[in-house]
């Protein structure tokens, strides 16, 4: 009697292959050397802002192309048994940069109001995101860390970018306030200092408060004197002020 050996089935676990993103290596490049211009030597401002600004929206349009799945943004690698998460440098430097970069340059007067506009944008950047990218697949074993990676940072960019069109770009002619100059600080980070001028209460602003300036005003300026304060109603109508 022939006997019949069957092969068992083996089941396994799909496999979901590293993205490496190396077609856009080099607009990666690009936006890596954009925002290390725009952090150390910001001039001409309007010019280096708006081509940092426009990174994520051209990587997102160019990387989808061909409606890959999202997971195509994010990188993941094991080192030494722990994940490694590398998200597309073209979304992630921009955003960071330009958050960092408008908190130091510009003096907001309400947080909610940017909140309020910020979020109009975040929406309309996930609808970009959401026609030319397809979702991730259920039953990739990242796919809760490669959502909060591409929309939390998605998120930043968005408030970022909108704080920043308003204030770089805002042509409104400004209302200007006399302070007296109080005291004078220095706050120093591992890659960056900022100045400060704390000044007594002006305008509406009922209490005194630190407003940054730049070196050259920090050294020009003494304890006593009176500088301008310039309130703008920015170019999306969140306010915004400086020391002129």
């Known amino acids: 009697m022939m006997k019949v050996y069957r092969k068992k089935r083996q089941h396994s676990k799909p496999t979901f292959p590293k993205v490496t993103l190396h077609q856009l290596d080099w607009l990666e490049w690009i936006s890596i050397g954009l925002c290390i211009w725009f952090w150390f030597y910001p001039h001409p401002y309007k010019l280096v802002f708006g081509l940092v600004l426009s990174l994520p929206i051209i990587g997102l349009i160019i990387n989808g192309l061909s409606k890959p799945n999202l997971a195509s943004l994010v990188s993941i690698t094991n080192q030494k048994g722990e994940e490694k998460y590398d998200l597309a440098d073209f979304i992630e430097f921009p955003?960071?940069?330009i958050f960092i970069r408008v908190l130091i340059d510009y003096e907001f007067e309400s947080?909610?109001?940017?909140?309020?506009?910020g979020t109009i944008s975040f929406l309309l950047l996930l609808v970009i995101l959401g026609t030319t990218h397809k979702l991730v697949h259920k039953t990739n074993p990242?796919?809760?860390?490669?959502?909060?990676?591409v929309v939390g940072n998605i998120a930043i960019y968005s408030y970022a970018a909108t704080y920043g069109i308003?204030?770089?770009?805002?042509?409104?002619?400004p209302k200007i306030y006399q302070a007296k100059v109080i005291n004078k600080s220095i706050s120093?980070?591992?890659?960056?200092t900022t100045y400060y001028f704390r000044v007594e209460p002006w305008g509406h602003h009922r209490d005194a408060e630190n407003i940054s300036i730049t070196k050259t005003q920090y050294n020009e300026t003494e304890i006593g004197q009176t500088v301008s304060i310039d309130f703008k109603e920015g170019l999306l109508n969140i306010p915004w002020y400086y020391i002129e």
């Open 95 to 97: 955003g960071l940069i």
């Open 166 to 173: 308003n204030c770089v770009f805002d042509n409104s002619i």
């Open 111 to 117: 947080f909610f109001s940017i909140l309020k506009v």
């Open 142 to 149: 990242n796919i809760v860390l490669i959502y909060l990676t």
């Open 188 to 192: 120093s980070g591992r890659r960056s």
